[in-house]
């Protein structure tokens, strides 16, 4: 009983017996909601100078609240008030310490309110807050791909398909492929905190209240664009929390693409870029190892940005509206997705800065791989054959190359003329694998002049 928590007791008036301590222990969540006491505070703050507004309570009440709220802060802030785990969750902690601060008038503090309105108030502020964070780390990496993009524009490397070579590209236009991405990602992080910017405030329990609160006031002093309409919606959904662990995944899927191809591109079979030292670790045993743990962390992450999706998903499957204690369980996942990709999304500017690209090994791998074959086709249509002509002719020239052991512009003008009687000396430049990038004209090519007019767009829209 000595170990049973004063805070149990504030509102277990009607029960007989105390929680047990496994009870107590199995459905306390101050561990992970003390990270909302700022918000929480916020919240409160906003709907006691509400309450005197509309007279519930008296100017001098809510002074006397809202300075003891601030004190509470600055006390969790410097470490005067431990949020330790016998407490139940960051809204009573809070609530019961005001009590302890400024006597019975705490008690007033929640008048008009649950926490089950509170709870989904914390999240949407942090949320806010989180995604302006994201958005931000977001544009550095992109800023940090543009860079890249501008220092290497001139180096043709080979692009894949099924991770064979396929084409020549500019490796530019492969990074702004990934600027492009990030960027979807920053619209979609955008719009789900336009969608969840609305106040639950004043749903209560999931009813309403007798109190004629002013929810559009604390919606307004919040910073929201509104309440939220339907009391019962207010407290029962987290769809807001799941789109934005859903936005997080898709931006972690698209680092965890980018990652992979680092840590291929590090092998010694590729050697198309190397990862600084700041950025590589060793091997406990193996003393010449420089590995790429950062980007296979990345590429690790993921699975746990996914998982916190997953997880927040089947929680609220089959909830019954309104309020379940299910939900308290959103905690976990909803810190470690926002956690987990802001770290990611910054290791990943990190990784991008401390690159350096290979040319010389960019180009030597465009020698191998009858990367201009699509070119030679390109180049017969240009001379009247139809495509599945070209097609055909340059499959079987390609099959020739092959048996002879030679790339496509080592072959003799009069043996290429037996394939097709189209071909002219002109060809070999139709064969040039760091020509075929320029002779591309389709807007958004890796056309030379297109990946630099693109790189300027997004140098003028990043401000660099
Ligand atoms: N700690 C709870 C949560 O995170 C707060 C709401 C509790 N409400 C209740 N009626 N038990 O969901």
Known sequence: MSEQPEKQELIRERFTKPLTEIAHRFSSSIALDKKLYRED?????AHVTMLASVGVLSNS?????????????????????????????????????????IGAL????????????QVALDE?????????????????????????????????????THMQRAQPVLLSHHLLAYVEMLERDHSRLSDAAKRLNFSPLGSAAFAGTPYPLDRAEVANALGFDGALRNSIDGVSDRDYLIEVASACSIAMMHLSRFAEELVIWSTKEFGFVQMSDAVTTGSSIMPQKKNPDMAELVR????????????????????????????????????????????????MRVLVEESTFSKERMQEALRDGHLTATDLADYLVLKGATFREAHGVTGRLVGYCDSADKQLWEIDLAVLKEFSSLIDPDIYDALDPIKSVDRKQSSGSTATNEVRSQIDRWKLSLQL
Do not use: W
């Open 41 to 45: 505070i916020a919240g409160s703050i």
């Open 61 to 101: 009440e809510s002074d006397v609240i809202a300075s003891g709220l601030r004190e509470i802060e600055e006390e969790i802030a410097n470490g005067a008030f431990v949020l330790d785990d016998h407490l139940e969750d960051i809204h009573l902690a809070i609530e019961q310490r005001l009590t302890e601060k």
């Open 106 to 117: 705490g008690g007033k503090l929640h008048t008009g309110r649950s926490r089950n309105d």
């Open 124 to 160: 949407r502020i942090y949320l806010k807050r989180a995604i302006a964070n994201l958005l931000n780390i977001l544009r550095e990496l992109q800023s940090a791909l543009v860079t890249k993009a501008e220092e290497n524009l001139g180096t043709v490397m080979p692009g894949y």
């Open 300 to 347: 690790g992450k993921t699975g746990r940005v996914y998982g916190a999706l997953f997880n927040l998903l089947t929680i609220m499957k089959s909830l019954p509206l309104a309020y379940n204690r299910d939900m308290q369980e959103d905690k976990q996942p909803m810190f470690d997705a926002i956690e987990t990709t802001a770290d990611c999304l910054q290791m």
